[in-house]
């Protein structure tokens, strides 16, 4: 794929990489406040995210929330696209926000363009923002794009999911629902080892296991319910 002849602008662009990934990076924001799907209709947070990973363990370090509050102020500037353009040089793959979510519609624009522009990287974007009206537009236009995967996120914690939605969480590995693809990363101490299922858009819908503690309580609630 040829690439356009690209030069980092700015040294702004904070990217992390996750362990789980093999290495592919990620571009993220702080969960929970910029996460407006992760609240039901009753005002409570929504099953999937009350055991949020990205809310517990590491995520938790001011190291790893300074890039994620960074990157909140930072998209917002002239330049933004063209920097994460020129950050993307060299990416195989790219994972949209390990943590947090598209909460604007500006920035959903923005990450838009972004992926358009970088057609030689295959993107994975889950998001819950496909709640919201306005954002269909331009959800619908990134999954057009042939390098782009877009999966709209189940709120179940016990493997519910309906044609919207092109992941999940399940209790565990043996109760996958049909239909749904497992996620084996628990079978590879929790790494990816060579899948690239979330980036391939002949796979509709992943099953994630549910893992850690407060996963697992939020499962024996929902399962008592
Ligand atoms: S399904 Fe594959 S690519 Fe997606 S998180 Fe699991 S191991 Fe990684």
């Known amino acids: 794929m040829a690439k356009p ?12 990489v996750t362990s789980k990934l093999d290495g592919i990076r990620s571009w993220s924001l702080q969960a929970l406040e910029t996460c407006p799907g ?20 590491n995520y ?15 998209w917002q500037r002239d330049g933004w696209e063209d920097d994460m353009v020129a950050a993307l040089e060299n990416d195989e793959h790219f994972r949209w926000l390990d943590s ?33 009206r306005k954002f269909h537009d331009v959800l619908t236009a990134m999954q057009a794009l042939p390098n782009v995967v877009v999966r709209f996120s189940s709120d179940s914690v016990l493997g519910e999911y309906d044609s ?48 850690g503690k407060t996963m697992s309580k939020v499962i024996r609630i929902a399962l008592a319910a």
């Open 60 to 74: 938790r370090f001011s190291n790893v929330k300074a890039p994620r509050a960074h990157n909140k102020e930072d």
């Open 164 to 211: 919207r939605h092109g992941s999940v969480i399940v209790p565990d590995a043996d109760s996958v629902p049909e239909g749904a693809t497992l996620c084996r990363a628990y079978e590879h101490g929790g790494k990816c080892n060579g899948c690239r299922a979330c980036y391939d858009k002949d796979v509709a819908v992943i099953a994630y296991p549910a893992h």
């Open 5 to 16: 002849n690209l030069k980092v602008l700015s040294s702004s662009i904070r990217i992390s």
């Open 100 to 132: 947090g979510d598209l909460y604007a519609l500006a920035l959903a624009r923005k990450v838009y363009n972004v992926m358009k522009r970088t057609p030689w990287v295959k993107h994975w974007l889950p998001t819950r923002m496909w709640k919201f």
């Open 38 to 57: 992760s609240i039901g209709s009753d005002g409570e947070l929504v099953a999937a995210c009350s055991g949020c990973y990205a809310t517990t363990g």
